[in-house]
């Protein structure tokens, strides 16, 4: 999955990940009007108005882009409805060529963590059977247990080709509350990074791991350091546009080889058009706001790496 | 909350949690069979034998019990019929009046952590409607996101008066890679334990905090140092049992009033007729040897915290 991913950058010139993290006071007023009035205001009416919000998205930028990133929370919150739309989601945006990276950072250990990573990224036993429940391309992880819990992951990951991003440096402003500590004079996340580019080694494609990290935009100081320790890991970068994260900041998370990173933003896409930049296209035009602001990006981000060279 | 959890564990004299962690190959074949006759070897196959196991299992031991701890990756590797049997089992617990611990790990940043408490702990809004999706007491909680993280699953906590065990120091082996990690010459746990006392503070019941710690079995001298560091939090304590955590072991995860900590078990209890001691109720009578397995639990700490004084 990580060469599916490499061509698909490749091919769209596009370093980017969109994030469907579908909250409900982005999604405009009359779609959840239909969706309401066919479902009521329930539950399932949530997981309608979120559906058919992340399709007309999709369908805006599908070919613009090599990848999505569902927030899974953003589905659970509705519950068993919730969790119907995030595979519905997750199941359209395949149909439609993009990888699908499962923001899940989901993270136990032995028989709990294997259950994550069949549920996510495997294939499920029952009887003489086996089901792929929600069957994504990536799952982010949360490394606070150890080798133990990424481990039954990384099982999977080989058998089924597909990989991780396992939290590394977030790009949150408290993320430094543990992960910036020092151990023996260096920060924990430097040796999250470590433990990533071991993991990663056992896991390899061509010229890149399968197992790669989360690294905010919001702190490209410690991603310059990061890309060092974890040469052969691609980078998840979180934090882009929304959370503060610009074009020039990015520069230090690819590779002299113009990979090596993947930059998400999610609001700044899907809700572009309450942005004053895109107010132009209204909200009844969303989706075609969606796609500006994904070439936006694209241009800034080429920019910064054209820039840099 | 937390008084609820305490006044249950006062009347049953239980300081005990049990584990709904059902693996497929726990579940007895009669009880697969009859699934399997009914949906086929399907998802909703496995996520009715899984319901009809747990219903049994509760069914056997509810009275001798304050609480229970649904694994939600042990159903969420069936995908969404594996969500819908999770969503059941909490309810069905719920009814017999047992506190529902989720065991969900969930962890991420402002919006994010608020959709996941929202979805486990609170209610989501939808129009003019609220719902409480999954509807937990307490859920599990990962700390390396830092405050950002926490913050949000804090104040739906309030608002409910529900509560967290948040991951301090894990039972698995390799849980010291970076928990044990020196920070100015203490361990990482040290300062999550910190932590989670003083995110505590601002949650108070009587005289605990809802909100809580895990700390595993498998390590009682880090147990009796975090014990002191969170007075006021209780420790829920995982790795009894199967995972080699005995009774004696247990006694520094108590304070001196005898509160302050609850103990887990799960295959220990809910696949205790596969144990040679329970052999002789046989695979048809697992609840019964369920319900044997608690009875010597409850025995099992009470004589190491009787023994202790």
């Avoid at 990133?69 to 659970?76: L, R």
């Avoid at 080709?161 to 920060?187: A, C, H, M, Y």
Wanted: proline content about 4%; charged content about 25%.
């Amino acid at each position: 999955m990580i060469q599916k991913l490499i061509s698909k950058i490749q091919k769209t010139g596009a370093p980017i990940v969109v994030g469907l993290d579908p909250m409900m006071n982005y999604i405009p007023e009359h779609i959840q009007k239909k969706a309401f009035g066919e479902y009521g205001e329930t539950l399932e009416g949530a997981a309608e108005a979120i559906w058919q919000y992340n399709k007309e998205i999709v369908d805006a930028v599908y070919d613009l882009i090599p990848a999505v990133k569902p927030q899974v929370a953003m589905y659970e919150q509705f519950g068993i409805e919730g969790m119907k739309a995030f595979k519905k989601t997750v199941d359209y945006c395949k149909s439609k060529d993009l990888v699908v990276i499962g923001d899940v950072k989901r993270g136990d250990i032995g028989s709990t963590s294997a259950a994550y990573a069949v549920g996510h990224l495997g294939h499920v036993t029952v009887g003489s059977k086996k089901y792929a429940p929600f069957d994504e391309d990536f799952a982010t992880v949360n490394p606070y247990l150890g080798s133990d819990g990424i481990k039954p992951f990384l099982e999977v990951c080989k058998e089924e080709k597909k990989g991780l991003f396992i939290l590394v440096k977030t790009s949150n402003p408290s993320s430094g509350e543990f992960q910036d500590r020092l151990i023996d004079g260096r920060p924990l996340y430097e040796l999250v990074g470590e433990q990533v580019a071991r993991w990663g080694e056992e896991c390899m494609g061509e010229k890149y791991s399968y197992i790669g990290a989360v690294v905010g935009a919001t702190y490209p100081e410690m991603g310059k350091t990061l890309r060092k320790i974890m040469p052969k890991s691609f980078i998840l970068v979180p934090g882009y546009g929304a959370q503060g994260g610009k074009g020039a900041d990015l520069v230090h998370f690819f590779n002299e080889d113009g990979l090596g990173a993947i930059v998400n933003s999610s609001r700044g896409i899907i809700a572009a058009y309450k942005q004053e930049k895109y107010a132009k296209y209204g909200e009844e035009h969303f989706a075609e706001a969606s796609r500006a602001a994904v070439e936006d990006m694209v241009a800034d981000i080429a920019g910064a790496l054209k820039q840099a060279k």
